[in-house]
């Protein structure tokens, strides 16, 4: 009996890992690739900083991702198949909502700087030329 968990828990663990691994690489790619765009605009005047920033903030992607995937990896004692799946699914939803959150948080990311240099070169408040009366 004993053989049989170990078998199915190694199997847990490998489709784990090698599902979390292609999601995460998946998703650090399209970040990369789409993000550029807003660092493009962003740094204009300096495309190598906006390149470094992205792939900074892909590495710091890579980093948290792959090391929540690994903290949450341990499965607890499924001695059948179905129990298996379901370890798996559970794990596997966690990471997905770990991918989401870290989604939204590099696009908020990218909005802020994207805000920040566009009100750098906002033109300064225009004084009132003229004064309206209000009517009665």
């Known amino acids: 009996m004993e053989s049989t968990f170990e078998g199915y828990i190694i199997a847990v663990y490998g489709a784990y890992a090698a599902i979390s ?6 998703i650090a790619r399209t970040l990369f690739k ?7 605009d962003v740094f204009g005047d300096n495309p190598r900083m906006a ?3 992205n792939r900074l903030l892909v590495v710091g992607f890579y980093l948290v991702n792959l090391g929540y995937a690994s903290l949450i990896l ?3 004692g499924s001695t059948t198949v179905a129990e298996g799946i379901e370890v798996l699914s559970s794990k596997l939803g966690l ?9 939204f948080g590099n696009l908020y990311v990218f909005h802020r700087i994207r805000r920040r240099a566009k009100l750098a070169v906002l033109p300064p408040p225009v004084a009132p030329q003229m004064r309206l009366e209000a009517r009665a």
């Open 21 to 26: 691994i292609g999601l995460t690489i998946w």
């Open 34 to 40: 789409n993000g550029a765009v807003f660092l493009e």
């Open 51 to 53: 390149e470094a920033v």
């Open 74 to 76: 341990k499965a607890d």
């Open 95 to 103: 990471l997905l909502l770990s991918l989401a959150v870290m989604h």
